[in-house]
């Protein structure tokens, strides 16, 4: 049997927690970094390497593992039952409420980052129901949804735009809606028009629900991960490819015309588009962008290329921490704490942003803030995980949850 890195990494996970999935969890989360903060090397171009890698694809990484997440936390492949089942989805649904404050807060603070914490609480809400639904009926709806979902975003969005019939309803909604009026990302942009919404995401997360399902120590389940993710990524991708540059699709995009220039995007304004990807969703200016998978494009090839690679990588994670948990120790433990890694990447980026280090000895934190994100996030989190357990955000979320879905009848 595989042996843990010592008694003190044994007691920081425990016995049963599934290490391949903090591992997962941490290359989700560094992924993000290489997005946000640049955490990569240079090309010859200036380009960074690891974003096309990253790009899209650690956010949808990180959804799917909310989806897996809630899932164990109800039991994994063996559903509690009565009242210990109200009592995680009661948990799930606080730990929703409590992150929707904390994501609105940090996007308050003006970062350059695409805040997730406060869409993830809309995810929470929208998945507990599903909970204690059969694996194979959640994996359908995920399928489903990861079609239906796109559409749907498309059309109603078009209906939203300047002179459109929603125009006026989403306005009036934006206005009434704090969160929209304080934070900027309110109601409407949780579930259509934001960077992560639920229309176009909760694919991501119900597959992670079913999957979490399944039993994970299985070596057959997590292979099947691994071709099951592989083969849909590879489906995915290789139609938007076919699609765009054999059958004309980005030809006729180039022609098409940005609604807010009123000039055609041109060839070199499609290629931009589809590497650097979109806020959320593609323009409804054309139909053909819905051939695009680029990173958050919100289309259905997307949906599915991205979810394919997250599967992929969840498999391959669960099958290598099998046999290398001392190696793969610090990326676990960045995982593992996750929810206060990324908000504390996100508050070192503030800080750099608003200058509050220079003229100091700190001052090459945020002048090397790309290491200083990388190794600091890893360090602490390995040192923290191995002498104290549970991370200083994780640890409240646990406990207030808790309490509080064991006192709701």
């Known amino acids: 049997m595989p042996r843990s890195p010592g008694a003190a990494g044994a007691r920081a996970w425990g016995a049963d927690r599934l290490i391949g999935v903090d591992v997962a969890r941490g290359l989700a989360v560094l992924g ?14 200036g380009s960074n390497a690891l974003y096309p890698v990253a790009a899209g694809r650690s956010a949808a990484l990180f959804a799917l593992l909310a989806g897996v997440s809630i899932a164990l936390l109800s039991g994994g492949s063996r559903p509690r039952s009565g009242k210990e089942m109200g009592v995680a989805l009661w948990r799930v649904v606080i730990r929703g409420l409590i992150m929707l404050p904390v994501g609105t807060a940090l996007t308050m603070m003006g970062t350059p980052v695409s805040v997730i914490l406060a869409y ?57 809606d ?7 990302d309110g109601v409407v942009n949780f579930l259509v028009t934001g960077s992560y919404p639920a229309i176009t995401w909760m694919p991501f997360v119900l597959a992670g629900l079913a999957i979490g399902r399944l039993d994970l120590r299985s070596v057959r389940v997590r292979w099947a991960l691994v071709g099951v993710g592989s083969g849909l990524a590879v489906l995915a991708y290789g139609t938007s490819w076919v699609a765009l540059y054999v059958l004309g699709g980005a030809q006729r995009l180039a022609a098409a ?8 995007y041109g060839a070199e304004g499609v290629d931009a588009a589809l590497y650097e990807g979109f806020g959320g969703a593609v323009p409804t200016s054309d139909w053909a962008w819905l051939l695009s998978a680029a990173p958050h494009s919100g289309t259905p090839l997307e949906v599915y290329g991205a979810g394919g690679v997250a599967i992929a990588v969840l498999g391959v994670c669960l099958l290598v921490s099998q046999y290398l948990r001392w190696v793969v120790y610090p990326l676990a433990a ?61 640890w409240p979320l646990h406990a207030v949850s808790m309490w509080a879905a064991k006192r709701i009848p």
């Not at 993000?32 to 171009?45: C, E, I, K, P």
């Not at 704090?178 to 900027?184: D, E, K, N, R, T």
Request: proline residues 5%; charged residues 10%.
């Open 178 to 184: 704090p969160f929209a009026v304080y934070a900027g």
């Open 120 to 176: 993830y609480a809309v995810f929470f809400v929208l998945a507990a129901p599903l909970l204690d639904e059969r694996w194979k009926v959640v994996a359908g709806t995920a399928a489903v949804l990861g079609v239906a979902g796109p559409l749907a975003s498309f059309y109603l969005r078009g209906l939203m735009v300047r002179g459109g019939p929603l125009e006026g309803p989403v306005q009036a909604v934006d206005s009434y």
């Open 257 to 264: 015309t940005d609604r807010a220039t009123g000039a055609p």
């Open 32 to 45: 993000m970094f290489v997005v946000h903060v640049g955490v990569g090397w240079s090309l010859a171009d």
């Open 334 to 394: 960045v995982g593992a704490l996750a929810l206060t890694t990324y908000v504390g990447h996100i508050l070192l980026i503030w800080v750099a942003e608003q200058g509050l280090l220079e003229g100091t000895p700190l001052v090459f934190v945020t002048d090397q803030l790309a290491y200083s994100v990388l190794v600091g996030s890893v360090l602490a989190a390995t040192v923290w995980r191995l002498l104290v357990r549970r991370g200083p955000l994780e």
